[in-house]
Protein backbone atom coordinates (compact mmCIF):
# COMPACT_ATOMS: atom_id res chain seq x y z
CA UNK A 1 0.00 0.00 0.00
CA UNK A 2 1.59 3.59 -1.25
CA UNK A 3 0.83 6.81 0.85
CA UNK A 4 0.16 9.94 -1.42
CA UNK A 5 -0.49 13.44 0.19
CA UNK A 6 -1.63 15.73 -2.68
CA UNK A 7 -1.52 19.32 -1.64
CA UNK A 8 -3.81 22.03 -2.88
CA UNK A 9 -6.56 19.65 -3.18
CA UNK A 10 -9.59 21.83 -4.29
CA UNK A 11 -7.99 23.03 -6.85
CA UNK A 12 -8.19 22.07 -10.82
CA UNK A 13 -5.32 19.68 -10.69
CA UNK A 14 -6.55 18.66 -7.21
CA UNK A 15 -10.36 17.70 -8.04
CA UNK A 16 -8.89 15.46 -11.59
CA UNK A 17 -7.13 13.66 -8.97
CA UNK A 18 -9.87 13.34 -6.50
CA UNK A 19 -12.12 12.15 -8.95
CA UNK A 20 -9.58 9.25 -10.22
CA UNK A 21 -8.20 8.27 -6.96
CA UNK A 22 -11.45 5.30 -5.81
CA UNK A 23 -9.81 3.71 -9.27
CA UNK A 24 -6.33 3.12 -7.33
CA UNK A 25 -7.36 0.31 -4.52
CA UNK A 26 -3.35 0.26 -3.49
CA UNK A 27 -3.51 3.86 -3.02
CA UNK A 28 -4.13 5.54 0.27
CA UNK A 29 -4.81 9.19 -0.77
CA UNK A 30 -4.78 12.04 2.00
CA UNK A 31 -6.23 15.19 0.22
CA UNK A 32 -5.52 18.18 2.01
CA UNK A 33 -6.85 21.41 0.72
CA UNK A 34 -5.43 25.22 1.40
CA UNK A 35 -7.42 25.60 4.71
CA UNK A 36 -6.09 22.65 6.12
CA UNK A 37 -2.48 22.91 4.92
CA UNK A 38 -1.25 25.93 4.35
CA UNK A 39 2.10 25.50 2.45
CA UNK A 40 3.53 29.10 3.59
CA UNK A 41 2.68 28.02 7.17
CA UNK A 42 5.62 26.48 9.08
CA UNK A 43 3.29 25.00 11.58
CA UNK A 44 0.88 23.42 9.04
CA UNK A 45 3.49 21.51 6.87
CA UNK A 46 5.22 19.01 9.98
CA UNK A 47 1.50 18.38 11.48
CA UNK A 48 0.55 17.19 8.48
CA UNK A 49 4.08 15.47 7.30
CA UNK A 50 4.11 14.21 10.49
CA UNK A 51 0.67 12.14 10.82
CA UNK A 52 1.38 9.67 8.98
CA UNK A 53 3.93 8.06 7.11
CA UNK A 54 3.83 9.11 3.13
CA UNK A 55 5.48 7.49 -0.08
CA UNK A 56 4.78 10.47 -2.40
CA UNK A 57 3.50 14.17 -1.85
CA UNK A 58 1.85 15.67 -5.32
CA UNK A 59 2.06 18.87 -4.62
CA UNK A 60 -1.05 21.01 -6.36
CA UNK A 61 -0.68 23.48 -4.07
CA UNK A 62 0.23 27.05 -6.06
CA UNK A 63 -0.63 30.74 -6.85
CA UNK A 64 -1.78 30.47 -10.36
CA UNK A 65 -3.08 33.90 -10.91
CA UNK A 66 -0.55 35.18 -13.50
CA UNK A 67 -2.33 38.67 -14.04
CA UNK A 68 -2.87 39.73 -10.15
CA UNK A 69 0.82 38.16 -9.99
CA UNK A 70 2.21 41.33 -11.40
CA UNK A 71 0.09 43.10 -9.12
CA UNK A 72 0.73 41.45 -5.58
CA UNK A 73 4.25 39.21 -6.67
CA UNK A 74 4.76 38.53 -2.78
CA UNK A 75 1.91 36.51 -2.49
CA UNK A 76 2.94 34.19 -6.06
CA UNK A 77 6.44 34.01 -4.04
CA UNK A 78 5.42 33.11 -0.93
CA UNK A 79 3.60 30.45 -2.53
CA UNK A 80 5.65 29.11 -5.72
CA UNK A 81 9.05 30.01 -4.20
CA UNK A 82 9.32 29.92 -0.44
CA UNK A 83 6.37 27.34 0.25
CA UNK A 84 7.71 25.02 -2.51
CA UNK A 85 10.94 25.22 -0.72
CA UNK A 86 9.14 24.38 3.05
CA UNK A 87 7.26 21.37 0.92
CA UNK A 88 10.82 20.12 -0.34
CA UNK A 89 12.36 20.46 3.47
CA UNK A 90 9.35 18.45 4.57
CA UNK A 91 9.82 15.82 1.97
CA UNK A 92 13.47 15.42 2.17
CA UNK A 93 12.88 15.02 5.59
CA UNK A 94 10.52 12.60 5.85
CA UNK A 95 11.93 10.51 2.76
CA UNK A 96 8.86 11.44 0.57
CA UNK A 97 9.31 11.33 -2.80
CA UNK A 98 8.42 15.05 -4.05
CA UNK A 99 6.07 15.38 -7.55
CA UNK A 100 5.70 18.83 -8.47
CA UNK A 101 4.20 20.72 -10.69
CA UNK A 102 5.39 23.63 -13.15
CA UNK A 103 4.51 25.76 -15.99
CA UNK A 104 5.68 26.30 -19.48
CA UNK A 105 5.55 30.43 -18.04
CA UNK A 106 9.39 29.41 -17.19
CA UNK A 107 10.24 30.46 -20.52
CA UNK A 108 10.28 33.56 -22.46
CA UNK A 109 8.96 32.34 -25.32
CA UNK A 110 11.56 33.83 -28.17
CA UNK A 111 12.48 29.80 -29.33
CA UNK A 112 10.77 29.30 -32.31
CA UNK A 113 10.55 25.52 -31.70
CA UNK A 114 9.00 23.68 -28.84
CA UNK A 115 10.84 23.91 -25.66
CA UNK A 116 12.92 21.03 -24.07
CA UNK A 117 13.85 19.72 -20.58
CA UNK A 118 17.29 21.21 -21.52
CA UNK A 119 16.19 24.56 -22.39
CA UNK A 120 17.29 26.99 -20.54
CA UNK A 121 14.55 28.77 -18.57
CA UNK A 122 13.92 32.75 -18.54
CA UNK A 123 10.70 33.73 -17.30
CA UNK A 124 9.25 37.16 -18.31
CA UNK A 125 6.62 37.60 -15.75
CA UNK A 126 6.16 36.97 -12.07
CA UNK A 127 4.25 33.82 -12.20
CA UNK A 128 6.68 32.23 -14.00
CA UNK A 129 9.52 33.49 -12.10
CA UNK A 130 8.24 32.30 -8.88
CA UNK A 131 7.48 28.94 -10.42
CA UNK A 132 11.29 28.74 -11.30
CA UNK A 133 12.21 29.67 -7.93
CA UNK A 134 10.40 26.58 -6.71
CA UNK A 135 12.09 24.41 -8.96
CA UNK A 136 15.21 25.52 -8.22
CA UNK A 137 14.66 25.46 -4.62
CA UNK A 138 13.53 21.72 -5.04
CA UNK A 139 16.74 20.88 -7.45
CA UNK A 140 19.09 22.33 -4.53
CA UNK A 141 17.31 20.80 -1.78
CA UNK A 142 16.55 16.96 -2.94
CA UNK A 143 17.22 14.06 -4.98
CA UNK A 144 14.13 12.57 -4.97
CA UNK A 145 11.95 14.42 -6.84
CA UNK A 146 10.02 14.91 -10.40
CA UNK A 147 8.88 18.52 -11.81
CA UNK A 148 6.42 18.17 -14.18
CA UNK A 149 6.42 21.49 -16.61
CA UNK A 150 2.78 21.39 -18.17
CA UNK A 151 0.90 24.08 -20.07
CA UNK A 152 -2.89 25.75 -20.62
CA UNK A 153 -4.82 23.09 -18.27
CA UNK A 154 -8.17 22.77 -18.41
CA UNK A 155 -10.90 20.74 -17.36
CA UNK A 156 -14.34 20.57 -15.45
CA UNK A 157 -12.88 22.12 -12.37
CA UNK A 158 -11.76 25.29 -10.88
CA UNK A 159 -10.97 28.38 -13.28
CA UNK A 160 -9.42 27.92 -16.78
CA UNK A 161 -9.57 30.05 -19.85
CA UNK A 162 -12.16 26.94 -21.44
CA UNK A 163 -14.25 27.68 -19.07
CA UNK A 164 -14.01 31.35 -19.03
CA UNK A 165 -14.55 31.37 -22.89
CA UNK A 166 -17.87 29.28 -22.46
CA UNK A 167 -18.98 32.27 -19.81
CA UNK A 168 -18.09 34.64 -22.17
CA UNK A 169 -20.27 33.16 -24.99
CA UNK A 170 -23.28 33.41 -22.58
CA UNK A 171 -23.57 36.97 -22.35
CA UNK A 172 -21.03 38.24 -25.59
CA UNK A 173 -21.81 38.33 -28.98
CA UNK A 174 -18.36 38.62 -30.46
CA UNK A 175 -15.22 37.59 -28.87
CA UNK A 176 -11.41 39.10 -28.69
CA UNK A 177 -8.88 36.17 -28.45
CA UNK A 178 -5.47 37.02 -29.00
CA UNK A 179 -3.83 34.74 -31.79
CA UNK A 180 -0.05 36.00 -30.41
CA UNK A 181 0.93 33.67 -28.38
CA UNK A 182 0.83 29.69 -28.82
CA UNK A 183 1.25 26.55 -26.44
CA UNK A 184 0.25 23.48 -25.96
CA UNK A 185 -3.78 23.15 -24.25
CA UNK A 186 -3.51 20.22 -21.79
CA UNK A 187 -6.23 18.79 -20.40
CA UNK A 188 -5.43 18.34 -16.65
CA UNK A 189 -7.56 14.79 -16.06
CA UNK A 190 -4.64 13.45 -18.49
CA UNK A 191 -2.51 15.16 -16.21
CA UNK A 192 -3.69 13.43 -13.04
CA UNK A 193 -3.51 10.42 -14.80
CA UNK A 194 0.02 10.91 -16.06
CA UNK A 195 1.37 11.62 -12.42
CA UNK A 196 -0.11 8.37 -11.13
CA UNK A 197 0.91 6.59 -13.69
CA UNK A 198 4.08 7.76 -12.50
CA UNK A 199 3.60 6.88 -9.03
CA UNK A 200 1.95 3.40 -9.46
CA UNK A 201 4.84 2.28 -12.37
CA UNK A 202 7.94 4.14 -10.64
CA UNK A 203 8.88 4.48 -14.45
CA UNK A 204 11.03 7.69 -14.51
CA UNK A 205 13.83 9.00 -12.21
CA UNK A 206 13.96 12.16 -10.02
CA UNK A 207 14.62 15.30 -12.82
CA UNK A 208 12.30 17.96 -14.71
CA UNK A 209 9.86 16.22 -17.16
CA UNK A 210 7.46 17.88 -19.90
CA UNK A 211 3.65 17.09 -20.16
CA UNK A 212 1.33 18.12 -22.62
CA UNK A 213 -1.81 16.46 -24.76
CA UNK A 214 0.75 17.07 -27.74
CA UNK A 215 -1.27 19.26 -29.99
CA UNK A 216 0.38 23.01 -30.73
CA UNK A 217 -2.14 26.10 -31.29
CA UNK A 218 -2.93 29.56 -30.40
CA UNK A 219 -5.45 31.12 -27.53
CA UNK A 220 -7.60 32.19 -30.46
CA UNK A 221 -7.24 28.08 -32.38
CA UNK A 222 -7.96 27.11 -28.81
CA UNK A 223 -11.27 29.19 -28.45
CA UNK A 224 -12.24 28.01 -32.07
CA UNK A 225 -12.13 24.68 -30.85
CA UNK A 226 -13.91 25.74 -27.73
CA UNK A 227 -17.24 27.12 -29.45
CA UNK A 228 -17.37 24.15 -32.12
CA UNK A 229 -17.27 21.71 -29.40
CA UNK A 230 -20.37 23.82 -27.43
CA UNK A 231 -22.52 24.26 -30.47
CA UNK A 232 -21.68 28.48 -30.37
CA UNK A 233 -20.40 28.37 -33.93
CA UNK A 234 -22.12 31.18 -36.02
CA UNK A 235 -23.15 32.28 -32.59
CA UNK A 236 -21.01 33.89 -31.19
CA UNK A 237 -18.17 35.87 -33.17
CA UNK A 238 -14.25 34.88 -32.82
CA UNK A 239 -11.81 38.23 -33.65
CA UNK A 240 -8.15 37.42 -33.79
CA UNK A 241 -7.39 39.95 -31.79
CA UNK A 242 -2.95 40.15 -31.51
CA UNK A 243 -3.03 43.23 -29.30
CA UNK A 244 -5.53 41.95 -26.53
CA UNK A 245 -4.64 44.00 -23.47
CA UNK A 246 -3.39 41.97 -20.04
CA UNK A 247 -1.25 42.80 -17.65
CA UNK A 248 1.27 40.39 -17.47
CA UNK A 249 3.54 39.33 -20.50
CA UNK A 250 3.39 36.09 -21.53
CA UNK A 251 5.62 34.27 -24.04
CA UNK A 252 4.68 34.18 -27.87
CA UNK A 253 5.82 30.18 -27.64
CA UNK A 254 5.77 28.45 -25.01
CA UNK A 255 5.23 24.93 -26.70
CA UNK A 256 6.59 21.88 -24.84
CA UNK A 257 8.07 18.84 -25.52
N1 LIG B 1 -3.73 26.13 -14.60
C1 LIG B 1 -2.84 26.04 -15.59
O1 LIG B 1 -3.11 26.39 -16.76
C2 LIG B 1 -1.48 25.52 -15.34
C3 LIG B 1 -1.07 25.16 -14.06
N2 LIG B 1 0.20 24.71 -13.85
C4 LIG B 1 0.60 24.31 -12.51
O2 LIG B 1 -0.15 23.15 -12.18
C5 LIG B 1 -0.43 23.13 -10.80
C6 LIG B 1 -1.93 22.92 -10.58
O3 LIG B 1 -2.60 24.01 -11.20
P1 LIG B 1 -4.18 24.18 -11.07
O4 LIG B 1 -4.76 22.99 -10.39
O5 LIG B 1 -4.69 24.59 -12.39
O6 LIG B 1 -4.25 25.43 -10.09
P2 LIG B 1 -5.47 25.94 -9.20
O7 LIG B 1 -5.27 27.40 -9.04
O8 LIG B 1 -6.74 25.44 -9.74
O9 LIG B 1 -5.22 25.20 -7.82
C7 LIG B 1 -4.21 25.59 -6.96
C8 LIG B 1 -4.63 25.20 -5.56
O10 LIG B 1 -3.59 25.61 -4.67
C9 LIG B 1 -4.19 26.13 -3.52
N3 LIG B 1 -3.31 27.02 -2.80
C10 LIG B 1 -3.02 28.32 -3.03
N4 LIG B 1 -2.20 28.78 -2.07
C11 LIG B 1 -1.98 27.76 -1.22
C12 LIG B 1 -1.24 27.61 -0.04
N5 LIG B 1 -0.55 28.63 0.49
N6 LIG B 1 -1.24 26.41 0.60
C13 LIG B 1 -1.94 25.38 0.08
N7 LIG B 1 -2.67 25.45 -1.01
C14 LIG B 1 -2.69 26.63 -1.67
C15 LIG B 1 -5.44 26.84 -4.01
O11 LIG B 1 -6.34 26.98 -2.94
P3 LIG B 1 -7.30 28.26 -2.83
O12 LIG B 1 -8.29 28.08 -3.92
O13 LIG B 1 -7.86 28.14 -1.47
O14 LIG B 1 -6.42 29.46 -3.03
C16 LIG B 1 -5.92 25.89 -5.09
O15 LIG B 1 -6.80 24.95 -4.54
C17 LIG B 1 0.14 24.42 -10.23
O16 LIG B 1 1.42 24.16 -9.72
C18 LIG B 1 0.28 25.31 -11.44
O17 LIG B 1 1.31 26.27 -11.29
C19 LIG B 1 1.12 24.57 -14.86
C20 LIG B 1 0.76 24.90 -16.13
C21 LIG B 1 -0.57 25.35 -16.49
C1 LIG C 1 -10.25 35.18 -21.48
C2 LIG C 1 -9.44 35.74 -22.63
C3 LIG C 1 -8.06 35.65 -22.62
N1 LIG C 1 -7.36 36.14 -23.67
C4 LIG C 1 -5.89 36.03 -23.67
C5 LIG C 1 -5.19 36.57 -22.45
C6 LIG C 1 -3.92 35.76 -22.45
O1 LIG C 1 -2.98 36.35 -23.33
C7 LIG C 1 -4.34 34.42 -23.01
C8 LIG C 1 -4.58 33.36 -21.96
O2 LIG C 1 -5.59 33.75 -21.10
P1 LIG C 1 -5.65 33.46 -19.56
O3 LIG C 1 -5.27 34.69 -18.85
O4 LIG C 1 -7.00 32.87 -19.31
O5 LIG C 1 -4.61 32.33 -19.32
P2 LIG C 1 -3.28 32.35 -18.40
O6 LIG C 1 -3.67 32.70 -17.03
O7 LIG C 1 -2.21 33.09 -19.06
O8 LIG C 1 -2.97 30.79 -18.46
C9 LIG C 1 -1.79 30.33 -17.90
O9 LIG C 1 -2.06 29.94 -16.56
C10 LIG C 1 -0.90 29.58 -15.85
C11 LIG C 1 -1.35 29.15 -14.45
C12 LIG C 1 -0.04 28.63 -16.55
O10 LIG C 1 0.79 27.97 -15.94
C13 LIG C 1 0.01 28.66 -18.05
O11 LIG C 1 0.36 27.41 -18.60
C14 LIG C 1 -1.27 29.14 -18.67
O12 LIG C 1 -2.26 28.13 -18.66
O13 LIG C 1 -5.55 34.66 -23.75
C15 LIG C 1 -7.98 36.71 -24.77
O14 LIG C 1 -7.30 37.13 -25.74
N2 LIG C 1 -9.35 36.82 -24.78
C16 LIG C 1 -10.10 36.35 -23.75
O15 LIG C 1 -11.36 36.48 -23.80
Redesign the pocket.
Known sequence: MKRVLVTGANGQLGQCLQKIAPSYQEIEFTFKSSKELDITDTLSIPKAFESQKFDYCINGA?Y????QAEKTPELAYAVNAEGVKKIALACKKHDVSLIHIS???VFDGNKREPYTVDDIPNPINE??KS?LMGERYIQELMDNYCIIR????YSEFGN??YK??LD?CKTNKV????D??K?CPTNANNLALFIMDHITNQKIKSGIYHFTDGIVCT??DF?KKILFENGYNGKVELVA?KN?R?F?K?PKN?TLI
Not at 64 to 67: A, C, M, R, S
Not at 150 to 153: A, F, N, P, R, Y
Not at 175 to 178: D, E, F, G, I, S
Open positions: ATNVETDYYGKTSWLNFAIKLRVTAQGWYADYTARS
